[in-house]
């Protein structure tokens, strides 16, 4: 656990201007990813997920705006980055896969010219070079017929064949991250299990660090290797995957493992944690999961609850807790 983090989130906050107020999607997020890791970032919709790795990415909405805090990408901070140096780093050290990739590939240009675009710009091959090369990336992602498939437009493809060749765009510049935010969703359950197998696969073969983001815990427990769990904006929990599955120390995940379903157990009625997420427009100075806590006790309703770390280095956020050692 002493290697050196790739990525190091610094008590990041992010912020939205809308017309009903001031949303806090991001309040205080700090976590790693190592090199080769892969880290789940788990939550449901609105915990703040999708924004913390759009912060890293710098491609935040324009009503939104980092007010505080520092990612480290490799040793940089990517927030004082200048334009030039983020469009370098996205194309060529971070890639993207995104939920539905009908929105995120370009309708009118054809597969290959999609994929060898960043290799042209990032990696300076010649037009040749890129189209093998693109021929080659299409084959390592599994789709057969490469050939012809790389002058395909995106509509001429299935929705997992479209979410492959997002994949192999990710891994054209032979990125050092890659964050896939929902990858699997949009796609049926045959396919889903394809599209995990395949992102395992490749990052064992390239060592490339994974940053995914699910609200699936069916996703976490076979793809994490360490998993941090956002709550209102927050990290509520974070730790080894295996430990925070056996051992889940706050109520939030305790709630959200009772409401995974688990295959050849047949239960009456599936557990759904009771109560709402809390607006981000209006969120508590106190606990955020204090309304729906089954454990709750005034001091959650007083303050904040300090972040609470064990000698594994499992960390939560919780007064249930508070005889730990503060992290
Ligand atoms: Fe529940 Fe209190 Fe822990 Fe919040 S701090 S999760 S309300 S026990």
Avoid at 58 to 65: E, I, Y
Avoid at 173 to 185: G, Q, W
Avoid at 205 to 220: C, P, Q, S
């Amino acid at each position: 656990m002493s290697q050196k983090a790739l990525v190091e989130f610094k008590d990041l906050h992010t912020e939205f201007y809308t017309e009903a107020g001031v949303v806090k999607a991001v309040s205080g997020v700090s976590f790693q990813i190592r090199p080769g890791e892969t880290v789940c970032v788990v939550g449901e919709s609105g915990s703040g997920k999708s924004v913390t790795a759009l912060s890293l990415m710098r491609l935040l909405a324009n009503n939104a705006k980092i007010v505080k805090g520092e990612i480290i990408f490799d040793g940089r901070d990517v927030l004082k980055l200048k334009p030039h140096e983020m469009r370098r780093l996205r194309g060529n050290e971070i890639g993207m896969i995104f939920q539905e990739p009908m929105t995120s590939l370009n309708p009118v240009l054809t597969v290959g010219e999609q994929i060898m675009e960043p290799i042209i710009e990032h990696r300076m091959f010649s037009k040749r070079e890129a189209r093998k090369y693109a021929i080659e990336l299409i084959e390592m992602v599994g789709i057969p017929r490469a050939h012809e498939i790389v002058d395909a437009y995106p509509h001429e493809l299935s929705g997992g064949m479209r979410q492959r060749i997002m994949i192999a765009i990710a891994l054209s510049c032979e990125p050092k991250l890659i964050i896939a935010d929902e990858p699997t969703t949009a796609l049926d359950v045959t396919i889903q299990a394809q599209i995990l197998d395949l992102l395992r696969k490749l990052k064992s073969e390239k060592n490339v660090a994974l940053m995914l983001i699910t609200h699936d815990l069916g996703v976490v427990a076979e793809m994490a290797d360490y998993v941090v769990v956002m709550y209102g904006g927050r990290v509520v929990e974070e730790g080894k995957v295996m430990e925070v599955f056996k051992n889940p120390r706050h109520p939030y995940t305790e709630g959200l493992l009772k409401a995974k379903p688990i295959i050849g157990e047949r239960k009456e009625r599936l557990y759904t944690i009771p109560g709402q997420v809390p607006s981000p427009l209006n969120l508590p100075l106190y606990c955020h999961f204090a309304d729906r806590c089954p454990y709750v006790m005034p001091v959650c309703k007083e303050q904040y609850p300090d972040t609470f770390i064990d000698a594994d280095g499992h960390k939560v956020a919780c007064w249930l807790h508070a005889e730990g050692a503060r992290a």
